[in-house]
């Protein structure tokens, strides 16, 4: 029953409430004690101590510097023999203030040589098959890595050098000062990889005996000297990719004469290698309004016959660029299209085989376009000159102005959804890539996530901007739940270096652009969110972001304090899993005496007997006090919800020593809830509850993640409506990557699923093109599962 109102001593009422429906557990813990992890600690002690080189707000500061590394190369491509020889002149320019003894280069290439680390460090396990591709990597025979034949200053004589695996250092005759300029020149030559293409590599065409070249981490390159870290000489292993300096390229690139050569940067002597009809068509697409062709598929198949003694050589230059790649191949049909962006002209291209088409004709130029178009109006500008994507070997790299991407229709020209989706998704992820970290260049080498995950972030909103209900496969919350779920000894945080990252497609890209996603939906909202996350890349635009200038900028241009979140997403690998354990519901009392006792008297009624109280009315004939009535007393007529002079009295008093507004409060009917909540997953996150009311509608509330501040492991919340709840839901749109939704609701609510039965797999499934094109009605009805559709 309700309780009327009592005084407190100071004389202000307090409301004594009754217990009336949604009963739960009541947590034990009291509300005050913090579960002994501050999950709310600031991270001051454990990120950077700010200086005037990188600020506590997150910018570059005043002395902010960095290296910069410009390229002379000459390459020649040996078609016969799938190998690249070349020569270089690197001018490296220390504006650092500190004085160098030496210079570092890497040496990507020897990730392949035979004394590889890469290989000696591998763990594996051996299985009952075993694909050649691994049996190499086990007994390599494939003779790969920088054969360097000479580095020598612009004297001609030879400077003293040592080559540590993928690293080779270089002394110098004399220490290089700050300010002061160093040009030394280095001959190489190497074996291009084609059973073990990742990054680079060919491809072969047995049909036509053609192959396709995606070249890269083709040249000995400066490492990056930093204030933050000194040189970053760390060894390339195979995961953690690069860190590279900016500076100006000038590439001459020799190959058959009846090869196409793209890369990245713009093409010097275009009059030289191309044919008039081709330098009209490129001239057309400067100005069209769809990809034009530069090179027709029937030219390109010409073209796949023939077999040029002499050679042709292409110059491109690049400005302002940390790394330059190319591709080379008889087989290739070139389309572009000219768009501006930000009032300056970007060539947009694509070169593919013919093996790629009907799909990359189709999509390849138009998503390069509008991945410029996306991610520029979200950061920053795209100012290269040309954004270049090829179909080849290598399944998605990229590298400034030109990546490589997969997405291979069937040779009958079908494809399934999975590789038209793939396809354009590799392209905006790569493309992106010019962005993070071609622009925004941050240390590949240490930090994966910064790069592959803001990428991955952004990829996620160029894709639902191509097409309504695009099905990524990343970005949203619930496609991370499977994975924050695995055991804690499969996982490691984030901020983990990119060579020990376990689940590495999860861990770098997925994990961190699903946070993101949740900083601008959930727990900042779009307007803060964009604003900071574009303050970030003009501030690093072309210089050398660590993670505490991101997590810094973040929070300086929001005011949102976001230290419990970084601590949670990034360095740990606690998962959100908020369990609803009970509410309690309770009402207001009005303190009338007419009012309250008549409710108590109606909850009386509807009160239903216990078993033994039915029981006793039948099994018990007569009571004592039935048989002997002088038994009874004042009590037995008692009625102690009859409304007495007394009562009315006291409500009287009551309400002349309250105010009008006191008063007003006695006669809401507000409903009071008390949510028990609890941390099971250890992820403090914002606590997002959907109500539905009597009358069947629904509020949703968010509470923000500080609500753990004070107990990182269960709080009571009270909530405040004016209609009746019936239930409560937690997390009811998934935006919190919550990864037990049993525990969401009071009342509870099993989780629905649906399971297929099938007599056999069907390939034609994945591809309803194919089956569409070769199959017969019948035959179609026929590869229907035999139970439900899912």
């Avoid at 590394?69 to 190998?83: P, S």
């Avoid at 400067?286 to 042709?312: C, Y």
């Avoid at 590799?426 to 930090?447: A, K, L, T």
């Avoid at 360095?571 to 959100?576: E, K």
Wanted: aromatic share 10%; net charge neutral; with cysteine.
């Amino acid at each position: 029953m309700r309780t009327p109102l009592r005084l407190l001593r100071n004389g202000l009422p307090t409301v004594v409430c009754g217990l009336l429906a949604l009963a739960g557990p009541r947590p034990t813990a009291a509300q005050t004690s913090n579960s002994g992890t501050d999950k709310f600690a600031q991270l001051e002690t454990v990120l950077p101590t700010p200086n005037s080189y990188r600020t506590a707000s997150g910018a570059p500061g005043k002395d902010y510097w960095q290296q910069r590394a410009d390229y002379d190369i000459h390459v020649a491509l040996d078609d016969a023999r799938q190998a690249i020889s070349g020569r270089e002149t690197i001018t490296y320019t220390n504006r650092s203030p500190d004085t160098l003894p030496y210079l570092w280069l890497q040496l990507d290439q020897n990730v392949l040589a035979k004394n590889s680390i890469t290989a000696t460090t591998e763990v594996s396990q051996l299985q009952d098959r075993m694909s050649f591709a691994a049996l190499e990597t086990l007994l390599p025979t494939f003779d790969g890595g920088f054969k360097v034949e000479s580095v020598t200053g612009q004297d001609g004589q030879a400077l003293h050098t040592v080559t540590n695996y993928t690293m080779m250092r270089v002394d110098l005759p004399a220490p290089l000062r700050p300010g002061q300029t160093f040009a030394f020149r280095v001959k190489w030559h190497y074996n291009v990889n084609g059973t073990r293409p990742r990054r680079n590599g060919w491809e072969y065409f047995p049909e036509d005996k053609n192959y396709l070249y995606e070249i890269a981490q083709w040249y000995p390159r400066m490492a990056v000297y930093s204030d933050n870290q000194g040189w970053q000489h760390k060894q390339f292993l195979g995961s953690g990719e690069f860190a590279l300096p900016f500076g100006d390229y000038r590439v001459s690139i020799t190959a058959p004469a009846d090869h196409v050569v793209g890369a990245t940067g713009t093409l010097q002597n275009a009059a030289q290698v191309l044919s008039a009809p081709q330098l009209k068509r490129l001239a057309a697409a400067k100005t069209a309004t769809k990809p034009v062709l530069i090179i027709t598929p029937d030219e390109a198949v010409k073209n796949e016959g023939s077999r040029a003694t002499a050679t042709k050589t292409w110059t491109y230059v690049a400005k302002n660029v940390r790394d330059f790649a190319w591709v080379s191949s008889r087989k290739f049909i070139w389309d572009a299209l000219q768009i501006t962006q930000s009032g300056k002209p970007v060539l947009c291209m694509s070169y593919y085989p013919k093996e790629g088409n009907p799909l990359w004709g189709k999509y390849s130029t138009e998503v390069v376009a509008h991945t410029i178009r996306s991610y520029s109006r979200r950061t920053i500008p795209y100012e290269y000159p040309v954004a270049i994507s090829v179909h080849g070997p290598i399944g998605g790299m990229e590298y400034p102005m030109l990546c490589f991407n997969g997405g291979r229709p069937e040779k009958d020209g079908t494809y399934s959804a999975r590789t038209k989706y793939g396809m354009i998704s590799v392209i905006i992820h790569e493309v992106g890539h010019n962005f993070f970290p071609m622009m925004v260049n941050s240390d590949e080498r240490q930090w994966s996530w910064m790069d592959e995950g803001l990428n991955s972030f952004m990829q996620y909103l160029a894709e639902q901007e191509w097409e309504r209900n695009y099905p990524s496969r990343g970005g949203e919350p619930a496609g991370i739940v499977e994975y924050m779920r695995t055991d804690n000894s499969l996982q490691t945080p984030i901020m983990t270096n990119s060579e020990s990252v376990l689940q590495f497609g999860p861990n770098a890209y997925t994990k961190p652009a699903t946070a993101l996603n949740i900083l601008r939906e959930t727990v900042m909202g779009r307007e803060l969110f964009d604003y900071a996350f574009k303050t970030y890349a003009q501030r690093w635009a072309y210089k050398h972001p660590a993670p505490a200038d991101f997590f810094r900028t973040m929070e300086d241009a929001s005011a949102v304090d976001l230290d419990w979140f970084w601590r949670g997403w990034f360095y740990t690998t606690d998962r959100c899993d908020i369990s609803l354990e009970g509410v309690k519901a309770y009402q207001a009392s009005t303190a009338d005496p007419a009012v309250e006792k008549a409710r108590a008297q109606q909850l009386q009624a509807a009160a239903v007997p216990s078993l033994s109280a039915q029981r006793n009315a039948t099994d018990v004939k007569q009571t004592l006090v039935e048989e002997k009535p002088d038994l009874k007393d004042f009590y037995n007529n008692y009625n102690p919800l009859a409304v007495t002079p007394a009562d009315q009295q006291r409500y009287a008093a009551l309400l002349g020593g309250l105010t009008a507004e006191q008063r007003q409060r006695l006669g809401d009917s507000q409903h009071f809830y008390e949510l028990s909540l609890r941390n099971v997953g250890g992820l403090v996150m914002p606590v997002i509850v959907q109500l539905t009311y009597a009358d069947n509608t629904t509020e949703v509330q968010t509470i923000p993640a500080e609500i753990w501040r004070k107990n990182n492991a269960q709080v009571t919340k009270i909530m405040v409506t004016k209609k009746p709840v019936i239930r409560f839901v937690l997390d009811p749109f998934q935006q919190t990557a919550d990864t037990d939704e049993s525990n969401n609701a009071i009342p509870r609510q099993p989780s629905a699923s649906r399971f297929e039965l099938f007599e056999q797999k069907q390939s034609a499934a994945s591809n309803p093109m194919q089956a569409a094109k070769t199959t017969s009605p019948l035959q179609q009805l026929e590869q229907k599962p035999v139970g439900g559709t899912r």
